[in-house]
Structure formats: structure tokens, C-alpha cells
């Protein structure tokens, strides 16, 4: 028996990988390998209209975060700024930043990192020159602020098993609440906008009339946006209602080549959102 009709996809990056995983929507099944999703595609017990295929995602950083007796509570894989393939002997240092999980339970965890090749899952682990450089302490900072999501976003949604992997995403006009800090502070946005169809969006960031600060998202790519939050900008009261304005916006169900049937007004996904005190 052959599997029923889908549409194949077979991306080349973490973005992309992304990017096509939430245009195709509970109606995409991943292939990684095959030996198990192929005999259940051929008997037709599963029928998704999509198939993407991760095989060729090569040369990804592998960062996972264990607890102190190494269990796995959340990774970071990503796709280097430069392609593994061309690293020399030379050292190679980059920059990231990672958001800690919002259900993570405050204590010392590990950090593995390494290279691998989702085609073949080998990886090259590599030893730091100092082994207690791996070892971090999570704790709740006393001085960051609780922020609520108010009017103006659709409901958190999740990939199953990913702790790090929670979104929501915003309507055209969607409203960010938290206490208003007493000196100058810093609002960090996680957010990406992964159908390409949509091309480049702005995101304008407001205080009542008055605009902090205007992001430009471009399609497939998972960014922090940092913005500067003035304290003498930030209003008299004892809340700031902080406004975001999202152009253009979509709707899935009206885009040719999406083949779905949500009818949500949707801007950007935002995966964490963070306030905390300016350096």
C-alpha cells in the first residue's frame, strides 16, 4: 500500500525548519530518520497533508540543560551564525541569549554543548577548559516584573515535550501590563513571524500616545528585541499598560499554499517577554 497524497518539505536550517512546522500546523508530521513514521504513512494509520523532512538540517549547536542528577529539562539546538563546515582550527566565539522556562524549578543545572548533523544524530561534544564554567545557578530575580498579557492575544499554545518552545500570538493591536518600576528598566521581547508569505512587519511599541520604540521583524527569524524603558516615559500610575501595534497582520485561511483553516487575525508569535531592571 502507498501512503496518501502530502506535500514534502525539506528544509535546510533551524529557521526554516521553524518556519514551515507552524505554516503547516497540526496538518505536518516530522521525518527525522523514517524508520518508524514510513511503515505508518505506507498502511495509511496517518494522513497529514505535509511531510518535513529534517534530515538534511546539518551542522546544528546542541545546548542542553540538565538538573544535578542530568536529567534533560530543556534544550536550546540552534543553527550557528557561521556554518560549522567552515570552521577552521582557529577558535570560534559567539554570542546567544536563552530564555529560562518559565516552570523551571529554581537550582544548580548543567550545560552540554556540542555539534551535531540531524541526518546521522553524531555529535562532537566539546570539554570547556574550566569543567565548573558549565555550571549555573537558576534563581527567581528579585527584581524583574510579573507581565501580564492583556487584550489582544490569542491563547498560549506549545510544541509537546519542548518546555522552551510556549507562544502566543498577538492580534493587530495587543496590550503587554506590569508594575511600573521605580528607575529606568528594560523590556526584552522574544518574538518571530514564521510564514513567509507575509514578508517583513513592524512592531511599534507605545505608552498611551507616546512611541518607545518601533522592531522590525523579518519572516523566519527567531529574535530578543531589547528596548529601553525610560522611567520618566513610563506614566504616573501604578501600572504600565504597554500597547503593541502590529503591521500588516494575516489570517492563515485566506493565504494561498497554507492550506488551513484558521481564521485568526494573527500579527507576531511572542515567546517570552521580560522586564527587568537597565544596567
Not at 184 to 204: K, M, Y
Not at 249 to 264: E, K, N, S, Y
Amino acid at each position: 500500500m502507498k501512503p496518501a497524497p502530502f506535500v514534502h518539505h525539506a528544509p535546510r536550517t533551524v529557521d526554516e525548519t521553524g518556519a514551515v512546522l507552524a505554516e503547516v500546523g497540526h496538518d505536518g508530521k516530522v521525518l527525522a530518520g523514517g524508520q518508524s513514521l514510513i511503515p505508518v504513512l505506507n498502511m495509511r494509520l496517518a494522513s497529514p497533508g505535509h511531510l518535513v523532512d529534517i534530515n538534511g538540517v546539518t551542522g546544528l549547536d546542541a545546548v542542553h540543560v540538565t538538573d544535578a542528577a542530568g536529567a534533560l529539562l530543556w534544550t536550546d539546538d540552534h543553527q550557528p551564525p557561521t556554518a560549522p563546515s567552515t570552521w577552521g582550527d582557529a577558535e570560534v566565539t559567539y554570542r546567544r541569549a536563552m530564555f529560562v522556562p518559565r516552570a523551571t524549578t529554581a537550582g544548580r543545572v548543567r550545560i552540554e554543548a556540542g555539534v551535531f548533523s540531524r541526518a546521522d544524530g553524531v555529535r562532537v561534544p566539546m570539554a570547556a577548559a574550566n569543567p565548573s564554567t558549565s555550571l549555573f545557578e537558576v534563581m527567581r530575580a528579585s527584581n524583574d516584573l510579573f507581565v501580564v498579557f492583556g487584550d489582544g492575544w490569542h491563547g498560549a499554545e506549545r510544541v509537546e515535550q519542548r518546555q522552551a518552545n510556549e507562544w502566543r500570538w498577538s492580534k493587530g493591536d495587543a496590550r503587554l501590563s506590569f508594575r511600573r518600576p521605580q528607575r529606568n528598566a528594560v523590556l526584552s521581547l522574544e518574538i518571530d513571524q514564521p510564514v513567509t508569505q507575509v514578508g517583513r512587519q513592524s512592531v511599534e511599541l507605545r505608552v498611551g500616545s507616546d512611541l518607545l520604540a518601533t522592531l522590525d521583524v523579518e519572516p523566519g527569524a527567531r529574535r530578543i528585541h531589547r528596548t529601553s524603558l525610560p522611567a520618566g516615559r513610563l506614566g504616573s500610575g501604578p501600572t504600565v499598560e504597554l500597547d503593541l501595534h502590529v503591521r500588516p497582520t494575516f489570517v492563515p485561511a485566506t493565504m494561498t499554499g497554507l492550506g488551513g483553516q484558521d481564521t485568526r487575525e494573527l500579527g507576531v508569535r511572542v515567546f517570552n517577554v521580560h522586564v527587568g531592571p537597565a544596567p
